[in-house]
């Protein structure tokens, strides 16, 4: 896992709660396995989303908005292509619907894809799953596996090998 850029597929960085946890716990074990992490909440200057946020409600807002937005996506995009390995946080009732896309994304550039689901509520279609059977099968057929507590973050890693 040593050199390894780890893309961090994410809801948390919209929350104080989660972008601690995503920087107290999760870039840490990330990190200590050799791996460089990838935040796509890094890569925004929190300045430029409050200007907009502080425009007056109108179509200026909404063309600043629908720019950056597209630049986001388009940042983000590149950066999976640039990263070797997903790891993707699941928590929620439903798998966040942009963490989602990028797992498909992902699964579709052969990346290798790491689920966390520290999350306890069900969220499955049925009761063979974890999460969303379409997110789950994207994750398990890149060679990859689900999570449920951080320490196993270090096992799971060093038992995955990349999907061919």
Not at 58 to 68: D, T
Not at 74 to 102: H, P, R, W, Y
Not at 135 to 162: D, N, Y
Request: charged share 20%.
């Amino acid at each position: 896992m040593s050199g390894k850029r780890i893309y961090l597929a994410s809801p948390l960085g919209f929350s104080e709660a989660g972008t601690q946890f995503i920087r107290q716990v999760l870039v840490p074990e990330l990190n200590r396995l050799g791996a460089q992490v990838v935040n796509p909440f890094d890569q925004v200057d929190p300045k430029r989303i409050q200007a907009i946020s502080a425009m007056p409600a109108g179509a200026a807002r909404i063309a600043a908005w629908r720019s950056l937005n597209a630049e986001i996506g388009k940042m983000n995009q590149d950066s999976i292509d640039g990263c070797d390995i997903i790891f993707a946080v699941l928590d929620g009732v439903d798998v966040d619907s942009g963490t989602a896309s990028e797992i498909g994304y992902a699964y579709a550039k052969q990346k290798l894809i790491l689920g966390y689901r520290g999350d306890f509520r069900l969220s499955s279609d049925n009761g063979g799953g974890i999460v969303n059977l379409q997110v789950e099968h994207f994750i398990r057929a890149s060679g990859g596996t689900i999570v449920s507590k951080a320490a196993e973050i270090a096992g799971a890693f060093a038992s995955l090998a990349p999907k061919k």
